[in-house]
């Protein structure tokens, strides 16, 4: 599978912004996608993930309150909902996959094999 992200850009500090991460390539529903960001001089940071399948959702504690998963099957899209923005939010924000992805292993980047290029988001103060 291939992804693409986008709907980066420069937001004000409070302002929302969702981010989208098309897929191309077969059985899409047996992936489950989660949201990585990576901020400056930062390591990749987990946000949010939605399993394939079940649907069911994992969120970082960092974001849980402000950040939104979903999916849109029929459009192979993964979308990030991202409310409440602040400057540390400032980050290259990146899809990943994986098929088949046992419950436990969400949260953690190396279980991903499929990475979208990743989307700029700079929150402005």
């Known amino acids: 599978v291939q992804l693409q992200a986008s709907g980066g850009g420069l937001v004000q500090a409070g302002a929302s912004r969702r981010v989208s991460c098309l897929a191309s390539g077969r059985a899409f529903n047996s992936y489950s996608v989660a949201w990585f960001r990576q901020g400056p001089e930062k390591e990749r940071e987990f946000l949010a993930a939605?399993?394939?399948?079940?649907?069911?959702?994992y969120y970082s504690d960092s974001v849980k309150d402000r950040f939104i998963i979903f999916r849109d099957n029929a459009k192979s899209t993964v979308y990030l909902q991202m409310d409440s923005l602040q400057p540390e939010d400032t980050a290259v924000y990146y899809c990943?996959?994986?098929?088949?992805?046992?419950?436990?292993?969400?949260?953690?980047?190396?279980?991903?094999?499929?990475w979208g290029q990743g989307t700029l988001v700079t929150v402005s103060s």
């Open positions: 990943a996959a994986a098929s088949c992805l046992h419950h436990d292993n969400h949260t953690t980047a190396r279980y991903y094999n499929f």
């Open positions: 939605v399993r394939y399948g079940t649907s069911r959702l």
